[in-house]
């Protein structure tokens, strides 16, 4: 049957971009190379690994934890925790240990231990109850378990804060060797790789650190061009291109972008009655950057970065407004003279910045690697 113009294009195109929340189900487009990394720890080996998945926010970090169950199979269970959600946590390691003890039992559906318990004997209560799963997963015949902490970071808040005590990293590393049916996945901040504090550093030695970055161009475009089969509206090859160069492939901004320009198609066409084309162009793309809104609407991500760039190795932040007006970057001697430093103080803030995948240096010159946080850093 031909479907009329008329009866594709008579309504508002449904947004099929997120933005804000978690990437899921045939949405989920691209980190090929981190899923078969986690297949081959947590399927093919006979002993469960350990990770940490690291990265800054709106990565999809936590897009990846929700989505790896579809890729395991149905002999290995995973219990997602979003560590947030704990608040202040008035009732301390207790309350930790019972919000994760929870989404265990949804996933091997074996009943928690009793809250009281957790709250007057956490540590030997939740090993115990562990230990339960552990049979619990030889009797079902299942392979394994992983327990998946999101938003690793908050235990250390709380940690400072005085609301866990500092052992409760010794009492995880414990459990992290517990037994080769158990896997833990600790996702955050790149802060994770960099917690030196003597209650981390043993920790993280004992797990696999996995990096999560910016998509390929060819992931990019796939998730523009392909983001559901009932997706009526088109680019053309140029408006993907330029997308991809001021987004660097960065999952969040690129979901923001696709979110703007469905949305002022829809405003142009059922809002002011405005006949145009189905295909987005590189004017589209222009206008929808341009437009003060954006930076509103992904100031969650320019903040975050932002924001982890007083962590650590200082002038981070200096170097980012020094080389912010120079989409080509400066030479390291450029910003030395424009901070009136040397270039000895600049080595461990801009590695620093390098490692997070802020900058990079490309013909001795660095420079900030997403273009929009550039925009968004010299209009500060």
């Not at 049957?1 to 195109?13: A, D, E, L, N, T």
């Not at 899923?35 to 080996?45: A, D, F, G, T």
């Not at 989404?103 to 009943?111: D, K, Q, T």
């Not at 802020?358 to 946080?373: A, K, N, P, S």
Request: proline share 6%.
């Amino acid at each position: 049957m031909v479907i009329s113009v008329c009866q594709r294009f008579c309504k508002p195109v449904t947004n099929p971009y997120i933005i804000g929340d978690p990437v899921v189900g045939n949405l989920f487009v691209g980190r090929e190379d981190i899923i078969r990394q986690l297949e081959e720890l947590w399927i093919m080996s006979h002993s469960l690994q350990s990770v940490v998945i690291y990265g800054h926010r709106r990565m999809g970090k936590t897009s990846i934890l929700l989505n790896i169950t579809n890729r395991l199979g149905s002999g290995v269970k995973v219990a997602y925790v979003n560590l947030l959600r704990l608040g202040d946590s008035p009732q301390g390691v207790g309350e930790v240990l019972m919000a994760i003890s929870d989404e265990i039992s949804v996933a091997v559906n074996l009943p928690p231990p009793p809250d009281d318990n957790l709250l007057n004997l956490p540590y030997r209560t939740f090993e115990r109850y562990l230990k339960q799963v552990v049979e619990t997963l030889h009797v079902t015949s299942l392979q394994g378990l992983i327990i998946a902490l999101d938003e690793f970071e908050k235990i250390e808040e709380l940690i400072e804060t005085g609301k866990i005590p500092p052992d409760f990293m010794g009492f995880l590393r414990g459990l992290v060797q517990m037994s080769t049916k158990i896997a833990f996945a600790f996702a955050g901040l790149h802060a994770l790789e960099e917690m030196t504090a003597d209650y981390f550093q043993p920790f993280f030695a004992s797990v696999i650190p996995i990096a999560v970055g910016c998509q390929n161009r060819a992931a990019t475009r796939q998730i523009l061009a392909n983001p559901d089969p009932d997706f009526l509206l088109d680019y053309t090859p140029e408006s993907l291109d330029l997308i991809y160069d001021l987004t660097a492939g960065q999952p969040y901004l690129v979901q923001l972008v696709g979110f703007q320009l469905v949305r002022r198609y829809n405003d142009q066409v059922f809002e002011q009655g405005r006949p145009r084309n189905h295909v987005f162009t590189v004017e589209d793309v222009q206008t929808v950057v341009n437009d003060p809104e954006f930076f509103k609407r992904g100031r969650y991500y320019f903040d975050g970065v932002w924001g982890q760039a007083v962590r650590g190795a200082a002038l981070q932040q200096t170097i980012l407004r020094a080389i912010a007006p120079h989409p080509q970057g400066l030479s390291l001697d450029a910003i030395a003279q424009s901070l009136t430093t040397n270039c000895q103080n600049l080595q461990a803030p801009i590695k620093n910045l390098q490692r997070h995948d802020v900058v990079r240096e490309t013909d001795g010159r660095i420079h900030i690697i997403v273009e929009l946080f550039r925009r968004w850093v010299e209009q500060r």
